[in-house]
């Protein structure tokens, strides 16, 4: 089955930019949309972005300005950037896959395990 | 950008229980409301999609109901591995956005 999962150091300095890389296994990264979410420890889920296989993007407004997600369908993997952290930016990072049913309407069906970045001198 | 808000924030319930969550919207969804299930240290996991489908192999003791601005999330009996948190989420329209959470602990 597919499976996906995330990459990417753990510590990440203030101001630095923050990378991780999601690959997809068991199952090819085309004909879908994929995303990345965050959850700061103890708290809530908020949505990053997400890239479509052939390269098309869209990001939440209050993080664009920060944000590239990138895809390499040759390697099955895409991949998030996130510049200028903060402490605010620690978090677990998600990637996850949105799933249609066919009709309009999609949702996140499945998940990696998460990554949590701390961002800390 | 939609604001989606859940009620309650937390809530303490018996092993056999029928529990309601519910998730208000800040304008009219219509059916574009996602359920999640999320266990600590784990990833959310999908239970309920377009407001009352159920998600291929999740148990048929979770229910979804409503459209508009107003859903709810019902546990008709529930189980030990069931006390979790529990997340709304609208797909309506871009940014997409998550409820606060609530979480179901063990009375």
């Known amino acids: 089955q597919v499976q996906l999962q995330e990459s990417g150091p753990g510590l990440v300095k203030p101001s630095e930019t923050l990378s991780l890389t999601c690959t997809v296994s068991?199952?090819?990264?085309?004909?879908?949309?994929w995303s990345w979410i965050r959850q700061p420890p103890g708290k809530g889920l908020e949505w990053i972005g997400y890239?479509?296989?052939?390269?098309?993007?869209n990001y939440n407004p209050s993080l664009k300005s920060r944000v590239t997600i990138s895809v390499d369908t040759s390697k099955n993997q895409f991949s998030l950037k996130l510049s200028s952290v903060t402490a605010a930016d620690t978090a677990v990072y998600y990637c996850?896959?949105?799933?249609?049913?066919?009709?309009?309407?999609?949702?996140?069906?499945?998940w990696g395990r998460g990554t949590l970045v701390t961002v800390s001198s | 950008d939609i604001q989606m808000t859940q009620s309650p924030s937390s809530l303490s319930a018996s092993v056999g229980d029928r529990v309601t969550i519910t998730c208000r919207a800040s304008?009219?969804?219509?059916?574009?409301l996602n359920w999640y299930q999320q266990k600590p240290g784990k990833a959310p996991k999908l239970l309920i999609y377009a407001a009352s489908s159920l998600q291929s192999g999740v148990p048929s003791r979770f229910s979804g109901s409503g459209s508009g601005t107003d859903f709810t999330l019902t546990i008709s009996s529930l189980q030990p591995e069931d006390f979790a948190t529990y997340y709304c989420?609208?797909?309506?329209?871009?940014?997409?956005?998550f409820g606060q959470g609530t979480k179901l602990e063990i009375k």
């Open positions: 989420q609208q797909s309506y329209s871009t940014p997409c956005s």
């Open positions: 068991g199952g090819s990264i085309s004909s879908y949309y």
């Open positions: 996850a896959r949105r799933e249609t049913d066919g009709d309009h309407y999609w949702y996140f069906d499945l």
């Open positions: 890239i479509y296989y052939s390269g098309s993007t």
């Open positions: 304008q009219s969804i219509s059916s574009y």
